[in-house]
């Protein structure tokens, strides 16, 4: 979750997640939970760290290659859940049978199905829009992620910008809060230098066209 009320998940791939993926899935009888941490995107930017050389700073927006957000947000909850399983409970986890290097960090007791029946992700892919549960995100973009990830491609961020505006004001807010330890939101740039390429890149666009 970005905040309490807004879903780290682009809208419609949220949308796909709740109205498309999980009904396909109870209708076939897989009963599905969705795990839910208890911070957010928010909380963790906002947090004052307590120690180091950024004692007294907020943390911030999270460094590209190492998200903090995932080791905060998405991990918790799924480890709590595990607890609550038998000690012998599978994991299956989506890894396609060419991606070695995913493959090799599989720990005991996760499995990948599409490792074990030869499936490329070329053809998963194709499985799932035949049954069609392949999300719009693959329009744009070849992964999917959460919308504020500081790892986005170009492509990701510039649908951000021209698709959720109230989205994109969001993280320009977060520009502007003062005390964080940098100011870049991803490897080399800056959230509103990325607003920048995107305006005159718009602005190029309607030059074009009144010509």
């Avoid at 839910?36 to 004692?55: Q, W």
């Avoid at 100011?183 to 030059?207: A, H, K, N, P, V």
Wanted: charge should be positive.
């Amino acid at each position: 979750m970005f905040s309490e009320e807004i879903s780290g998940e682009l809208p419609e791939h949220n949308r796909f997640i709740h109205e498309t993926a999980i009904p396909y899935f109870e209708q076939r009888g897989i009963p599905t939970r969705v795990l839910r941490s208890e911070k957010t995107y928010l909380s963790c930017f906002y947090h004052v760290v307590t120690r180091g050389k950024t004692k007294g700073m907020l943390s911030g927006f999270p460094l590209s290659g190492r998200c903090t957000i995932q080791r905060d947000c998405k991990l918790p909850p799924i480890k709590a859940y595990q607890k609550a399983l038998p000690p012998d409970t599978v994991q299956y986890i989506g890894i396609a049978a060419d991606e070695p290097k995913r493959l090799a960090r599989l720990k005991p007791g996760q499995i990948s199905l599409l490792d074990k029946y030869h499936v490329a992700e070329p053809e998963a892919r194709s499985m799932c829009a035949a049954e069609g549960l392949l999300s719009p995100l693959y329009d744009f973009t070849k992964r999917g992620g959460c919308w504020f990830c500081p790892n986005a491609s170009i492509s990701e961020l510039r649908h951000l910008y021209r698709y959720h505006p109230e989205l994109w004001r969001l993280l320009l807010e977060l520009q502007d809060v003062p005390n964080k330890p940098t100011e870049r939101f991803s490897w080399r740039r800056t959230f509103r230098e990325i607003d920048e390429r995107f305006r005159q890149e718009g602005e190029q666009l309607s030059f074009y066209e009144e010509r």
